[in-house]
């Protein structure tokens, strides 16, 4: 009985497929250490200073077109530890990714870009960070996942802010 179903099932699949096209598709081609540094110019005497080291995180991304259907997107990952005036480490890294993309329209490719791409390298990204802490002999911080695209949202938001007020609109709260 289940050969039959799958007999049957089987034309009325291939017709549908043939019927529409594909949906927009990305494809990750590459992932790649680009770049890292780890710096730790007040490692001595941290182990007398009192508390915790104030930890900053910055993220930063840049996009390289690479033909029609290609990019290269760069996350940069940096994390400073301060312990008051005095920075205990600096660790950066960049880690890449050239994506393939087709089917996506042009209203489609920033959100693509700057959220569905930042969400595969950064698990890559917090991996060596937390390794270079770790292996400069600082207790690596556990990096929580980032929500790019609620930072993709605000970013937008910002940029509109910006065209209203530099058109010589108020923008209302």
Do not use: W
Not at 29 to 39: A, G, P, R, Y
Not at 88 to 103: C, P, R
Not at 167 to 172: K, N
């Amino acid at each position: 009985m289940s050969d039959e179903q799958n007999q049957t099932n089987e034309p009325a699949a291939a017709a549908a497929g043939t019927d529409q096209a594909p949906g927009p598709q990305m494809a990750v081609q590459h992932i790649f250490l680009k770049d890292c540094s780890f710096e730790a110019p007040g490692a001595l005497g941290m182990d007398k200073a009192d508390g915790q080291p104030d930890m900053n995180l910055n993220l930063s991304q840049r996009v390289n077109p690479m033909d029609d259907q290609r990019v290269e997107v760069v996350l940069t990952v940096t994390v400073t530890a301060k312990q008051g005036e005095r920075t205990a480490f600096i660790a950066e890294v960049h880690y890449s990714g050239v994506f393939q993309f087709a089917g996506f329209n042009e209203q489609q490719m920033p959100y693509v870009v700057n959220v569905m791409c930042p969400n595969v390298l950064f698990p890559y990204a917090r991996s060596q960070i937390s390794q270079l802490i770790a292996s400069g002999g600082f207790l690596a911080p556990p990096l929580q996942p980032i929500n790019f695209e609620t930072i993709y949202a605000q970013r937008v938001a910002e940029s509109r802010e910006g065209q209203q007020t530099n058109d010589g609109v108020t923008p209302q709260s």
